[in-house]
């Protein structure tokens, strides 16, 4: 799925995001195990083709201003800087399951599969 020219971006936020989701038997009638996540966690965060992402004092100042421009509540804290951070990279194509956490800040693109 990636494309010449195109890199992989992850940041510790959206791997800590996976270990969660993926461990809860309250969204997985089969959820994986607590050691199982935190390894592919692992492997993509040190794979040779993922850009590791973090907080900056621009992704800073970009949470804070779309917070405030899109009134956003605390339940959008961790998406809000999720695209934050990878909207200051300049990441423009997101592969996520909840497209519409992210259609609010009108600068992404999505997998068709999951819009």
């Given at each position: 799925m ?12 959206v ?5 969660h989701?993926t ?12 050691a199982?996540?935190v ?8 794979s040779?083709?993922?850009e590791?992402l ?7 100042d970009c949470?804070?201003?779309?917070l405030e ?8 804290l961790?998406d ?13 194509y ?9 259609r609010?800040?009108g600068c ?8």
């Amino acid at each position: 799925m990636i494309a010449d020219g195109d890199t992989f971006a992850l940041t510790p936020g959206v791997l800590s995001e996976f270990v969660h989701v993926t461990t809860d038997p309250k969204r997985f009638a089969k959820p994986l195990p607590i050691a199982t996540a935190v390894s592919l966690a692992e492997e993509w965060w040190t794979s040779a083709e993922t850009e590791q992402l973090h907080t900056d004092e621009m992704a800073m100042d970009c949470f804070f201003q779309w917070l405030e421009t899109y009134r956003l509540g605390r339940k959008r804290l961790h998406d809000t800087m999720f695209a934050a951070v990878l909207h200051t990279a300049g990441v423009r194509y997101l592969l996520t399951l909840n497209p519409s956490d992210f259609r609010v800040f009108g600068c992404f693109e999505f997998h068709p599969d999951f819009s």
